[in-house]
């Protein structure tokens, strides 16, 4: 299929498996447009460019993540909100995304791929590390401050890099003591189970497991003024708590997908902290054994596709 005005297609070579995937195939979260590619985090070569592209070329490394365009003109894109906008279109959910050998991108939204990254190790840095960096601004966790960070899969192994390189203290609670270790060797302070309490009150705490008890247990966590944010596009619940665990203005905040402001400011971290990411590969033919094994908690680092 050859681009159309304002795209380019890409030759893909690399697509992530998100658990926002896995949710779409699974049905937690309903599909907009069926059959659908699902893959946002997607990078590879441009192969064709649409018309009127001008600040691409045939032969440049690009990558495609979770959103694909959004309408520009709104009183959200207006004022940097572009993550808000109610006319946005997602890769993989409104659009074909990057579990395929080529895949369309609006040029205007297509990101630019550091250097230093190899088109498997960056692929994971377009969803899960640019959605924990929104997560962090999100919590407003400052220099130096105490950080949780709950639940320690793709999107938080990126996450507690960023955090550690900005000299936060940062406390790790997973259920799994293997992750518990790795959080550890990543420079976490502490790290233990979501019924333990970190040593200290948090400042700012991000919520990766899908899950209201673990935001909750985020939330008792806080010091006065603390924010727990939810980096999740669906959980199952939130439970009843009492008011006084959110008194003392402690708050709850959702992350609702990034601007293209978050991916550039986050890409150009990734390469100068550096970034390391893991990678477990499966070929493109082999995604859904990938999405199954994302499902049972077997991935170590985060899954990606070769194309
Ligand atoms: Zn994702
Ligand atoms: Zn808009």
């Known amino acids: 299929m050859p681009p159309g005005p304002g795209e380019i297609a890409l030759d893909v070579t690399a697509c992530g498996v998100c658990r926002t995937d896995l949710h779409l195939c699974e049905g937690d979260v309903a599909l907009r447009h069926s059959p659908i590619v699902p893959g946002h985090q997607v990078v590879g070569r441009v192969a064709a460019l649409g018309e009127g592209v001008t600040d691409w070329k045939v032969g440049d490394r690009a990558g495609g993540a979770w959103l694909a365009r959004s309408c520009g003109v709104c009183s959200y894109c207006a004022t940097g909100r572009e993550n808000l906008c109610e006319r946005a279109e997602f890769t993989g959910w409104d659009r074909d995304g990057g579990y ?52 320690f899969g793709a999107s938080a192994l990126l996450t507690i890099q960023v955090a550690v390189h900005w000299g936060c203290e940062v406390f790790v609670c997973t259920r799994n003591p293997e992750e518990q270790s790795r959080a550890r060797t990543l420079g976490a302070v502490w790290a233990g189970g979501y019924e333990q309490m970190p040593p200290a009150p948090l400042d700012a705490a991000v919520t990766f497991a899908p899950s209201g008890e673990v935001v909750l247990a985020a939330l008792r966590a806080l010091g006065r003024g603390g924010t727990v944010a939810i980096n999740a596009i669906h959980l199952d619940g939130v439970p009843a708590f009492s008011y006084d665990e959110l008194w003392w203005e402690r708050s709850l905040r959702s992350v609702a997908n990034f601007t293209r402001d978050d991916a550039r400011e986050f890409l150009a971290l990734a390469r100068e902290i550096p970034v390391r990411t893991a990678v477990d590969a499966y070929p493109l033919a082999e995604a859904n054994r990938a999405l199954l094994a994302l499902s049972r908690g077997k991935i170590r680092g985060a899954a990606v596709l070769t194309v």
């Open 100 to 151: 395929a050998t080529r895949a369309l991108l609006y040029a205007d939204f297509a990101l630019r791929i550091p250097e230093g990254f190899d088109d498997m190790a960056a692929a994971p840095l377009l969803c899960g590390g640019v959605i924990g960096y929104r997560s962090l601004k999100v919590s407003g966790i400052r220099p130096g401050g105490r950080l949780g960070l709950y639940g």
